[in-house]
């Protein structure tokens, strides 16, 4: 009797735990993966917990939620200067890479909410509008070089950008010299598929590949269904004079086609394996030296150059696609980077914001972290010179007449979109039929329609 | 004694109702309340009534996604108890040597968590699909599905197998004496003696994996994120997508709504099946 009374207890508390894990799987939304996702920002940041925002003198305290986890280091030892020197405290939590929204979404959503947040452009901004704080009077924004960097509507500025970048091919100078060819040997699409189809033809003797892979696996996609996929949008616009639309025509997916199967078919793997690489191998070929172009940004110089590369080794030359006046086209550049302030914070942590802001861009301290350790070239009046190649290399080319390549892709309707969009592209690289192209073209265009009616509420 | 108890009583259960009550009951019941509502983050919501239920079921990924997880629950369901039940018969033989260690190495995968074993899941899949020239897992819906029902009874099996070893060990000699006197077959003792014995760890089992099934998301998030284009997206995962993939108010009200559908499919289909395996059950 004893025996059955304990198994009978035991299946019973079996069964209740049981029943409270799947009623609480209702609320996984709310709770749960919330929970899961600021933990992860938490660990990027460590012991920087947001909870522990002390009052300072001032009254104001900084929380500042940062995008980018290259520049993690850099930001905190940046508050930690600005603590010395003001005595406001600033805390800074980077959320994990791809993981900003989500971080975001929760932290807003918290009684110590970020002070300071960012949004990718203009589509991102349309979300949390209302959490924005007309920077319009402030003096971080009376610092801007121009308004092309503010995200305004009338009088109202929303978010203001903080940091141009650039992306274009990463050129390994050292390989490319050893293929038998120069930098000036690429000035347009036909030059580039010399080069790089004349590498293949050769690799087994030279060693190397012509591209590192283009991975598309979620750390890596984004150079392909977002990076690439700006030129075709770019040129479409240009040819429209336009600078958003509801419906793409796709003028130019023959180009983005022809470059995608340069891309993959020059590289240093079986297009069949893009699906399953990610960022780390695309960069460690590179590094490696097992191939000579690697599509990515400035953002990428630090690691480079820890890599072990040197300024002499490395160059950022156009991507181009065989479309628009090659002879005068210069790097993609633009931000995805604009800082909103949290409207609905305390006012007394509003000012401490703006104040900070206004430090990090006007200061010597600050401008000199952004510029070296951080490797930005900020759009603000005291902006002090990059030691990024890439970024020098940006100014040299437009300082040659050429026109920098816009940043369009922050006028892409959603998420969704792009995830269509590099679901379509890593099935044609696995068997690149016309049928599968169909189906890229159809996720481009039809997907861009159907996405903009979503996103718009239509 | 008992006097004592019934005092105290509330002072004990204090802190296990305090924590339930703040990581389950008052988030449940907001979570609720936010299902009729839009809102970007939870403190400014927006009543707007039945919006959100309406659109649940118009949207096209959530039934996708339902019948896929119907189809991977069917699936895992048979094959785990099956195999957990075989394990356990083999491991509760008197004769057999170290069934102790054989025990532990199949208890085992259950201990390591859904994310870690999602994504060495997939590069040993990814290995066998690229040797075997198929497209990977990223391209393959085929190869995302029997590689979630692989992964999951590679995970869950040994603990089912317990569950079973207990109650197969419960069963009373004198039965399984009585039977061989009566000139009964390992077969037949098995079938008419010890299953009908084991029917309350089935209902256990049945129920442990039938929700788990339903409720799939760490392993299925590691392992296909569902991959290709939505087709390996089970429930759990199409509600967190709908939730933080998308940008924009009208989304997380529609994601809460379809949490909530989610819940009480899944308390529906476990309670007919408890019913049902339940009512099975022979008292000794």
Redesign the interface.
């Known amino acids: 009797m004893k025996k059955k009374l304990l198994?009978a207890i035991l299946?019973l508390s079996?069964?209740a735990t049981?029943l409270?894990?799947?009623?609480?799987?209702?609320?996984?939304?709310?709770?749960s993966?919330s929970e899961a996702?600021t933990s992860e920002a938490g660990s990027t940041a460590e012991s920087e917990a947001p909870a522990d925002t002390a009052v300072s003198a001032e009254g104001g305290s900084v929380y500042y939620l940062n995008f980018k986890p290259e520049q993690d280091e850099a930001w905190q030892t940046l508050a930690k200067a600005y603590t010395e020197e003001t005595g406001v405290e600033v805390t800074v939590v980077t959320a994990a890479s791809g993981q900003y929204?989500?971080t975001l979404?929760s932290e807003?959503?918290k009684s110590s909410?970020p002070t300071l947040f960012q949004v990718n452009g203009p589509?991102?901004l349309?979300?949390?509008k209302?959490?924005c704080y007309d920077l319009s009077g402030s003096d971080v924004y009376g610092q801007l070089t121009s308004d092309a960097y503010a995200l305004k509507e009338g009088d109202t500025v929303y978010s203001i950008a903080y940091v141009i970048e650039s992306y274009g091919l990463i050129v390994n100078k050292t390989l490319l010299k050893e293929a038998g060819y120069e930098l000036t040997d690429i000035a347009s699409f036909e030059d580039l598929k010399k080069v790089a189809e004349d590498i293949t033809a050769r690799s087994a003797e030279l060693g190397f590949a012509a591209f590192s892979s283009a991975g598309?696996d979620?750390s890596s996609d984004w150079r392909f269904k977002t990076h690439l996929a700006n030129l075709p949008i770019y040129f479409e616009y240009q040819e429209d004079g336009i600078s958003s639309t509801e419906a793409i025509k796709g003028s130019y997916l023959d180009n983005y086609r022809a470059m995608w199967d340069l891309y993959i078919n020059n590289s240093t793997c079986d297009p069949?394996?893009l699906?399953?690489k990610t960022g780390d191998d695309s960069r460690a070929e590179f590094l490696n030296g097992d191939a000579v172009f690697y599509q990515n940004g400035s953002w990428e110089y630090n690691s480079l150059i820890e890599g072990g590369y040197t300024d002499d080794d490395l160059a950022m030359i156009p991507i181009y696609v065989g479309a628009g006046d090659e002879a005068n086209q210069g790097l993609c550049t633009g931000t995805e980077n604009y800082w909103c302030v949290n409207a609905e914070a305390d006012p007394a942590d509003i000012q401490a914001t703006l104040d900070f802001m206004n430090w990090c861009v006007t200061s010597e301290a600050g401008t000199t972290a952004m510029a070296s350790d951080m490797g930005f070239v900020i759009p603000f009046a005291a902006a002090v010179e990059s030691p990024n190649l890439f970024v020098k290399q940006d100014v040299e080319y437009t300082a040659a007449g050429k026109t920098p390549v816009s940043w369009n892709f922050t006028t892409m309707p959603?998420?969704?979109w792009k995830?269509?969009v590099g679901?379509?592209l890593?099935?044609y690289a696995?068997?690149q039929s016309d049928a599968n192209w169909d189906a890229v073209v159809a996720a481009f265009v039809d997907g861009w329609a159907t996405e903009y009616a979503l996103?718009n509420?239509n | 004694m008992e006097k004592a108890l019934k005092k105290y009583a509330p002072i004990f259960v204090l802190p296990t109702f305090a924590a339930?009550s703040i990581?389950?009951i008052v988030?449940?019941f907001?979570?609720?309340y936010?299902s009729f509502c839009q809102f970007?983050?939870?403190?400014?919501a927006k009543f707007i009534g039945l919006g959100n239920y309406a659109r649940v079921f118009q949207d096209e990924s959530f039934l996708d996604s339902f019948w896929f997880t119907v189809a991977f629950a069917i699936v895992s369901i048979i094959l785990i108890n099956v195999i957990a039940f075989v394990l356990a018969l083999v491991l509760t033989r008197n004769n057999l040597k170290g069934t102790n260690v054989f025990r532990t190495v199949f208890f085992m995968p259950n201990l390591i968590g859904g994310i870690v074993l999602g994504y060495i899941w997939?590069i040993l899949i990814?290995c066998i699909l690229?040797i075997v020239g198929e497209?990977?897992?990223?391209?393959n819906s085929t190869a995302g599905y029997w590689g979630l029902i692989i992964l999951m009874c590679w995970q869950q099996i040994g603990y089912m197998m317990i569950i079973y070893i207990?109650g197969i060990q419960?069963v009373p000699d004198t039965l399984t004496e009585a039977a061989a006197i009566d000139g009964a077959n390992a077969w037949q003792t098995m079938l008419k003696v010890k299953l009908p014995m084991v029917m309350?760890s089935i209902t256990?089992c049945v129920?442990?994996t039938l929700?788990n099934s339903f409720?799939l998301?760490d392993q299925n998030l590691a392992l296909t994120?569902g991959?290709?284009?939505h087709a390996t997206e089970m429930l759990?995962l199409n509600?967190?997508q709908t939730?933080?993939?998308?940008?924009?108010?009208?989304w997380k009200g529609l994601?809460?709504a379809k949490?909530?559908v989610?819940?009480?499919l899944?308390?529906v289909i476990?309670l007919i099946q408890f019913k049902a395996t339940h009512s099975k059950e022979v008292q000794q």
Do not use: H
């Open positions: 198994s299946s079996l069964v049981l409270a894990g799947c009623g609480g799987s209702g609320s996984t939304a709310t709770t993966t996702s929204e989500t979404m807003m959503g909410a589509v991102g349309a979300n949390w209302d959490y598309m979620g069949a394996d699906s399953a959603s998420e969704e995830n269509g679901s379509a890593t099935a696995a068997d996103a509420g | 339930f990581g389950f988030p449940f907001q979570g609720l936010l970007t983050t939870t403190k400014n997939q990814n690229s497209p990977l897992l990223a391209l207990a419960n309350p256990i129920f442990l929700t409720k998301f994120a991959e290709p284009a759990a509600i967190y939730f933080y993939a998308r940008a924009g108010a009208a994601g809460q949490a909530v989610f819940c009480l899944v308390i476990s």
